[in-house]
């Protein structure tokens, strides 16, 4: 196949994949309830700074919040989304959607500039076939890690290049900046990365005026924003910030070391490059060039690979060594498997020599089988999404309906819940962060904690309660104006 064709062939793939990836991402993706871990709180967060016209200050029940102690940027991407599509799970979650289509297409425009086009090809492949990047917490939630994970790739890519466009230093740190405005500390993941790979680029260190500048560059938005933070409230943000939430994990000590290794060995990426290094090591045992010549070959390989490997590691070291891992701290390293995997395909097949076509074809076939293998229980999944009859679907259909039919009659007062869905099964009078943001996103209404005695001692107010629990709570409330019917009953204080 000659080249030129051959490149038009696998940069068409790479387009494919990554229109099913898109596909991946946007196909139904206002459907179902926020959830709690964390996007009931985070989209509650950006609705009522949407609502205040406030762009710093994060606030939950309109108090000041501090259990989501994160830089505020993420949410202020979500502001701008609900100015654009006007307020709504979708709008929550586009922003993570976003960032997660322009992490795809950068990652494969770069592999094709500077890894070639089979890697290019394959990378779309292999993001598609991570199962975690659509299914909690990434690029179809309203969290912060996707678009944390933009700008850490945006800094590693720079980084990469910087060793030959000594400038590039000033991108990676902007980015570094921009990540620290979306997960706080965790940026220092990049840096620590940047600082492992400072013998690849040491040559973009020997002018003090790029390293000064580029320290300026990554520092003044994040300072700009903590000066305007403490105005408000002094040091208690920037202490749940750097001193809290990941401090009290570590404190605690209730994690084993090795838990986030073997989340991580256990991803559908790490199989894929495991069964692709065993085919490697296979072909180059039986290969017929001399063994120094394959040692220079698998030494270039990890050479030229060596950020992606430290991307890969880093993470996953630093949340064992600490143990205060979470699931989705190890995505970043997933996304460096992507591309690990994505070159060594392209490794393989470059180095073929007389048997090219026939690892060509194997390699080929083994990624798509592999990836395919991944690709379609998310699919399913994806046009799935909402139809599970949740108890907090059903709200959300409910004060939805409610909305259409009232409009903003009911904004602005206070609202008590009785729900049969809790996290806390012996507090029956608390909202839970899933009822609290379709509540104040679609009916603007205060959820109020308490039982149906506040309600009635409330004049202006409304209950919601889940019609399964209605004959608890039937003496005390019928006479009571029923103003909604349906999965939930909703009830104002006015009597028939």
């Not at 500077?114 to 199962?131: D, E, H, I, T, Y």
């Not at 060995?265 to 010549?293: G, H, P, W, Y």
């Not at 979470?326 to 995505?331: P, R, S």
């Not at 999404?385 to 206070?414: C, I, L, R, S, W």
Request: a negative charge; proline letters at 3%; hydrophobic letters at 50%.
């Amino acid at each position: 196949m000659k080249k030129g064709f051959k490149n038009v062939v696998l940069f068409s793939l790479m387009i494919i994949f990554i229109l099913v990836d898109g596909y991946m991402i946007f196909h139904n993706l206002g459907k179902g309830y926020l959830i709690q871990t964390d996007e009931a709180y985070h989209a509650t967060n950006a609705y009522e700074m949407f609502k205040q016209g406030n762009w710093i200050i994060n606030t939950y029940r309109y108090a000041a919040d501090y259990f989501n102690s994160k830089p505020p940027i993420c949410l202020d991407a979500m502001v701008l989304s609900f100015k654009t599509f006007g307020v709504s799970a979708f709008a929550a979650r586009f922003p993570s959607a976003l960032s997660g289509i322009l992490t795809c297409v950068l990652i494969s425009l770069f592999l094709y500039k500077n890894k070639g086009a089979f890697s290019a090809a394959v990378f779309p492949a292999l993001f598609g076939a991570s199962a975690s990047f659509f299914t909690f917490h990434m690029y179809r939630a309203a969290e912060m890690d996707a678009m944390y994970n933009l700008f850490f790739t945006a800094a590693m890519l720079s980084l990469y290049m910087m060793a030959e466009r000594y400038d590039l230093m000033y991108v990676y740190a902007l980015f570094l900046g921009l990540a620290f405005m979306c997960k706080g500390p965790h940026a220092a993941l990049i840096f620590i990365i940047g600082l492992l790979y400072i013998p690849k680029i040491r040559k973009a260190f020997l002018s003090v005026k790029r390293v000064a500048l580029s320290a300026v560059l990554a520092a003044v938005i994040p300072v700009l924003w903590m000066i305007k933070r403490f105005a408000f409230d002094g040091f208690e943000l920037l202490n749940a910030l750097f001193v809290g939430e990941v401090v009290d994990r570590v404190s605690s000590k209730d994690q084993e070391y090795l838990l986030p290794i073997t989340d991580f060995l256990s991803s559908q990426t790490v199989i894929i490059f495991a069964v692709l290094l065993v085919a490697a090591i296979i072909f180059a045992v039986t290969s017929d060039r001399q063994n120094a010549e394959k040692k220079n070959l698998i030494k270039e390989f990890f050479s030229d690979n060596y950020l992606f490997i430290i991307w890969a590691v880093v993470p996953v070291t630093f949340f064992a060594l600490t143990q205060s891992y979470l699931t989705w701290y190890t995505y970043t390293s997933q996304l460096a498997m992507c591309i690990l995997t994505s070159n060594l395909f392209a490794f393989c097949v470059d180095n073929a020599k007389k048997r090219k076509v026939l690892v060509n074809a194997v390699v080929t076939v083994a990624a798509a089988a592999l990836c395919l293998f991944f690709i379609t229980p998310i699919v399913k999944a994806v046009n799935l999404a909402g139809t599970g009859g949740h108890p907090v679907d059903e709200f959300v259909e409910d004060v939805q309906e409610f909305a259409a039919m009232y409009g903003d009659a009911y904004a602005g007062k206070n609202a008590y819940l009785i729900s049969d869905f809790r996290i806390n099964k012996k507090v029956s009078d608390h909202w839970e962060p899933e009822y609290v943001a379709p509540a104040e996103m679609y009916l603007d209404v205060i959820p109020v904690d308490g039982t149906v005695d506040n309600f009635l001692s409330d004049p202006d107010s409304i209950l919601i309660i889940d019609k399964d629990l209605w004959d608890d709570y039937a003496g005390v409330l019928t006479g009571h104006v029923i103003l909604h019917d349906n999965s939930y009953l909703i009830f104002s204080n006015d009597m028939y």
